[in-house]
């Protein structure tokens, strides 16, 4: 049982060039989080799933876009990747209903040039 | 959406016990009240979980009073292992009509001195 695992988990870009990160849970969770997190930030939301084929934004979606096509995989894309989104990426998994608890990945350190 | 207030960071020794508070004065009535520790490095992960009095496991407690506003996460006898980052977190609940928009705080640094 692998969890929620991130893929790639280090990537350096140049300003302008497109990557996707992609989140894969083997757990059957419904709900899916995407996060940035930077120095003395906390984190912030960027997108969320509640659900295969939906998508809604966070806090900070602004540069980012983002497609469940499968329940198990959450893919955040950078069209046009900048030096403000240089920063280190998770993402997270819950299940709905009582009690429900987020599952992290190990997270994706994206800097970009 | 429930913010969540807590002190940026605080100092303990080993063997000492660390109670870290955190504000949540919109908590809504389905909300469960959830901790989280965060190493370098890695993603957040579950502590500890409850909706209202006092939770205990293994490796913490969680007091929260009648009003739920506030919670109390207690670290008894910490080690230096135990120097992370401590988020609460507040919106998960029982309702899965509700928003699931899980807004995170700043969190508390936690330094454990030897």
């Known amino acids: 049982n692998a969890g929620v695992t991130q893929t790639p988990k280090f990537r350096v870009l140049k300003t302008g060039q497109s990557m996707t990160l992609l989140c894969a849970q083997d757990m059957n969770h419904e709900y899916m989080y995407w996060y940035r997190q930077d120095p003395g930030m906390g984190l912030r939301l960027i997108h969320y799933?509640?659900?295969?084929?939906?998508?809604a934004k966070g806090e900070v979606p602004d540069g980012y876009n983002v497609s469940r096509l499968k329940k198990q995989n959450f893919l955040l894309g950078l069209e046009s990747a900048a030096p403000s989104q240089t920063s280190v990426y998770f993402c997270?998994?819950?299940?709905?209903?009582?009690?429900?608890?987020?599952?992290f990945g190990e997270g994706s350190r994206l800097t970009v040039l | 959406l429930a913010k969540t207030t807590q002190p940026i960071s605080m100092d303990s020794y080993e063997g000492q016990e660390v109670n870290i508070t955190c504000s949540h004065n919109?908590?809504?009535?389905?909300?469960?009240i959830t901790w989280y520790q965060q190493f370098p490095s890695q993603g957040p992960r579950f502590i500890i979980q409850?909706?209202?009095?006092?939770v205990t496991n293994e490796v913490a407690s969680l007091f929260i009073p009648a009003d739920r506003k506030s919670s109390t996460l207690s670290l008894p006898r910490v080690s230096l292992s135990d120097t992370a980052v401590y988020y609460c977190l507040v919106g998960v609940g029982y309702n899965a009509g509700n928003n699931r928009k899980l807004i995170w705080g700043l969190g508390t640094s936690l330094a454990v001195n030897p």
């Open positions: 409850g909706y209202k009095t006092k």
């Open positions: 799933s509640v659900g295969e084929g939906t998508t």
């Open positions: 997270a998994s819950l299940v709905p209903g009582a009690r429900g608890e987020l599952f």
């Open positions: 919109n908590i809504a009535t389905n909300d469960y």
